[in-house]
T-cell receptor, first 111, second 115 residues
């Protein structure tokens, strides 16, 4: 079992709708979780991080963490064509520096 | 531009040759990380430095790979006797410190193709 798992997609969402991206993790010692966006051929770009149970909102993005279920999600409201990219979920255990990434979910926003 | 920079951006080499990549972190960041990413996969951790000390190395980092950060500023990653399986994007990231809120910021990457 991979430490961080994501549905590879592709996930297609109409423009203006809510895109929901999900991630599960196996290491209960994971402390912080990060969502990165990666356009084709480019490097990962940080969107947001979360380390407390519950929701965290930043503009059109909301990250959700449920430690009991070992589940992290990212919601993108009012999806735009420019949101089309691969979204990477990463976890970091307490006291450890390295990020463990999932394989990413490819999101396509349909105009 | 005050972000992480990497050089070169692209490298094509023949199998068996040595290659060296450079990373310049964000200036106030004392932690520097190397990751490798292949097509369709997420980045995989290779190694990281706190200042000039190399504190962790992945099993992925075979003895053909070596990384340095001699003055705690820029870092180099060298691959000796390259193999076709080394073809990947090599990503460098930096962070300011430790703690739940510390985030890693990635450079543009060096794309390596071994023929």
């Amino acid at each position: 079992q991979k430490e961080v798992e994501q549905n590879s997609g592709p996930l297609s969402v109409p423009e203006g709708a809510i895109a929901s991206l999900n991630c599960t993790y196996s290491d209960r010692g994971s402390q912080s979780f990060f969502w990165y966006r990666q356009y084709s051929g480019k490097s990962p770009e940080l969107i947001m991080f979360i380390y407390s149970n519950g929701d965290k909102e930043d503009g059109r993005f909301t990250a959700q963490l449920n430690k009991a279920s070992q589940y992290v999600s990212l919601l993108i409201r009012d999806s735009q064509p420019s949101d089309s990219a691969t979204y990477l979920c990463a976890g970091r255990p307490f006291g450890n520096e390295k990020l463990t990434f999932g394989t990413g979910t490819r999101l396509t926003i349909i105009p | 531009d005050t972000g992480v920079s990497q050089d070169p951006r692209h490298k094509i080499t023949k199998r068996g040759q040595n290659v060296t990549f450079r990373c310049d972190p964000i200036s106030e960041h004392n932690r520097l990380y190397w990751y490798r990413q292949t097509l369709g996969q997420g980045p995989e951790f290779l190694t990281y430095f706190q200042n000039e000390a190399q504190l962790e190395k992945s099993r992925l980092l075979s003895d053909r790979f070596s990384a340095e950060r001699p003055k705690g500023s820029f870092s180099t990653l060298e691959i000796q006797r390259t193999e076709q399986g080394d073809s990947a994007m090599y990503l460098c990231a930096s962070s300011r410190g430790t703690g739940a809120q510390e985030t890693q910021y990635f450079g543009p990457g060096t794309r390596l193709l071994v023929l």
